[in-house]
Each structure stands twice: as structure tokens, then as C-alpha cells.
């Protein structure tokens, strides 16, 4: 499976989907709503077929709750299912239960095998509307599911989940194997010396950020003023997000074109983020993993992952000497 993400033309008929989005977040409300009700009256998990069947009952007398297709809400209440199925499963390990969602916060629906058609070129019909996307790439392969998408800006984006196509990727193998140690103060270590140093796209930019803040706190509340400065803000973060992300693609494409094996310790991130805080957050040694990992898979690479209590910050790679201790200055 693929998923490709493609960014909607701003136009005023995006309000239609921008409505449907609200009312997906109304529906997903009363559906946990109704969870909770029913856990208290008879202390069991509400089936998602009855919860399905009485939405489609209470769809017929709301008409705002019609411009939510049928595929859009089973796949919401699908979506609880799989959740409270988690919360019961791990409970006890910190996984919370689904709660409510702000309707103004709600972010997207989703269709299955009806409800849209593409049209050719850059057009897209949902229900009786026809948008435009930007088209950066083709949809190759059968579209599995449909996604429409709003940002905090109130932007709207397409996603779309695909069966895999065979691409033609060249592959090319380099027969070395290197590993890799994080670091607070140099992002990665190489197994050869070599080391790699983090841009911190959050520290560079954490002045243009506090200020943003600040005039976002000082706007009245629910003023015009007060929503362009919270979209300021927005837009600083999502260039932290941007810059970080665009950076991670172009070094792992790097390092797996270096290298054909990629040795990795297991990290306790929830550890090291009550230690540092924004520091971690920072550097996402998470996020750089998963994209590593997908690019690893890709091109035919293989990455492994090491124990994380292994000695490997005090082991020498030339002569392979422990030290007795290792301070965080070293």
C-alpha cells in the first residue's frame, strides 16, 4: 500500500467539504457519546454493526448529518472500534480511551469505495461538487480510500491510499555496514568517526516562535486579529515541521546510499523526552527512524536495531577498549 497527499485549490466551494469535516466531528461525538453511556449502563463495549445502524437511523432525521456519507461514518465508528479495542488491550501500559474531539478541531473523513470520482486531469467529484488538486505526481495503481484533510489553517489536502506498483527503483549495493550512535550534542556518531551534526531547525527559530506567541496571547479573544496571529504562529511551527522532515529525507537517502546495513540502538524516547523536553523534540530521533525506514525498505536496505543497555557510547570502534564511565561532556 502507498499513500500519496495532494494539496486542494483554495476555493469557496471548499466549504462544502470544510462543512462535512464539521459534521463528521458532531457524529464522531455522539458516537462516543453513546460508548460511554452505554459502558455505564451495562458495562460492555458498544458493537460497532448497532452503532452503525443507529447513526444510519438518526442520518435520516438530520439532514447537516447527511452531508457525511455512509462509507465516511462506518469508517468512523470503525475507527472508535479499533480504538476502544486498544484501551482495553493495553489499559494498563497508559493507552487511554477515545474522548471528544472540538468540532472546529476535527480534521478529516474518509471514503471507501464510493462517494467520489476523479475526473480526469487535476479534478476530483465528491458528491455533487467537483475540486481541483494540485497534481505533482499520477495515482498509479486502485485507490483504496479517499481522505480530505484540514490543516490548523483551514487548508485542505487529499489523501489518497493506493495499492503498491512495482517501481523501478535503482538499486545498488556498497557492501559496508556502519553504526550509528544518537548523541544530545552531535545528532549522529558514525561507527568510522565520522559525525553528523543537527541542524535544530526548533532553536533556530524559537525567537521568531515566542513572539508569534506572545502576540497571539495578547489578541483579544475571538477577534479577527487574534485568528491571523494564531495562523502566524501555526505557519512557524509547520516551517520547523517542514524544514526538519525535508532534512531527515535527504539524509537517510544519503546514508542508504552509503551504506547497506545500518545498526541502530533501541532508545527509550519517552525517557530521554522527561529528561530534555525540547530538546528531544528537537532532534525527533523517532521521526527520523520511520523515514529511515521507509527508505531502508525501499531501496533493498537493511537496518538493525541494537539492544539499547549495549555499551556502544564507550566502546572504542578502532580498538574496541569499554570505558568504566561515560559523562554526558564526552
Not at 131 to 144: A, D, H, L, M
Not at 182 to 195: I, R
Request: charged share 25%; with cysteine.
Amino acid at each position: 500500500m502507498k499513500t500519496l497527499k495532494f494539496k486542494l485549490y483554495n476555493h469557496k466551494r471548499n466549504k462544502y467539504l470544510k462543512r462535512t469535516i464539521n459534521a463528521a466531528g458532531l457524529i464522531y461525538n455522539h458516537c462516543i457519546a453513546l460508548h460511554k453511556r452505554y459502558y455505564r449502563m451495562w458495562a460492555k463495549h458498544l458493537n460497532c454493526a448497532k452503532l452503525q445502524a443507529h447513526i444510519a437511523k438518526l442520518r435520516k432525521r438530520n439532514p447537516f448529518w447527511q452531508l457525511v456519507g455512509s462509507q465516511a461514518v462506518q469508517d468512523i465508528c470503525q475507527r472508535i472500534e479499533k480504538a476502544y479495542q486498544l484501551f482495553f488491550k493495553h489499559h494498563q501500559k497508559g493507552v487511554r480511551a477515545p474522548g471528544f474531539k472540538k468540532v472546529k478541531k476535527y480534521k478529516s473523513f474518509t471514503l471507501k469505495q464510493a462517494g467520489y470520482k476523479f475526473l480526469g486531469g487535476n479534478r476530483l467529484k465528491i458528491g455533487q461538487k467537483v475540486y481541483q488538486y494540485w497534481k505533482s505526481r499520477e495515482i498509479e495503481g486502485t485507490v483504496k480510500t479517499l481522505t480530505i484533510k484540514r490543516t490548523t489553517l483551514g487548508e485542505l489536502f487529499m489523501v489518497v491510499v493506493v495499492d503498491s506498483v512495482s517501481e523501478s527503483e535503482s538499486k545498488f549495493e556498497t557492501s559496508r555496514i556502519a553504526g550509528f550512535d544518537f548523541g544530545l550534542k552531535t545528532f549522529l556518531t558514525v561507527s568510522d568517526a565520522a559525525k553528523i551534526e543537527s541542524p535544530q531547525f526548533l532553536k533556530q527559530s524559537l525567537n521568531a516562535i515566542q513572539k508569534a506567541s506572545r502576540q497571539h496571547s495578547h489578541k483579544q479573544k475571538g477577534s479577527a486579529n487574534r485568528e491571523r496571529a494564531r495562523k502566524h504562529l501555526v505557519r512557524q511551527h509547520e516551517d520547523v515541521v517542514n524544514r526538519r522532515s525535508d532534512w531527515f529525507w535527504k539524509l537517510a537517502h544519503k546514508l542508504t546510499d552509503q551504506f547497506d546495513v545500518l545498526c541502530f540502538e533501541t532508545l527509550n524516547l519517552k525517557g530521554m523526552q522527561r529528561l530534555w523536553g525540547r530538546k528531544i523534540s528537537d532532534l525527533a530521533f523517532g521521526e527520523f527512524l520511520q523515514i529511515l525506514g521507509w527508505v531502508a525498505t525501499k531501496k533493498g536496505k537493511q537496518i538493525i536495531f541494537i539492544n539499547r543497555w549495549y555499551p556502544s557510547s564507550k566502546t572504542c570502534f578502532h580498538c574496541s577498549h569499554v570505558l568504566e564511565n561515560l559523562d554526558l561532556s564526552s
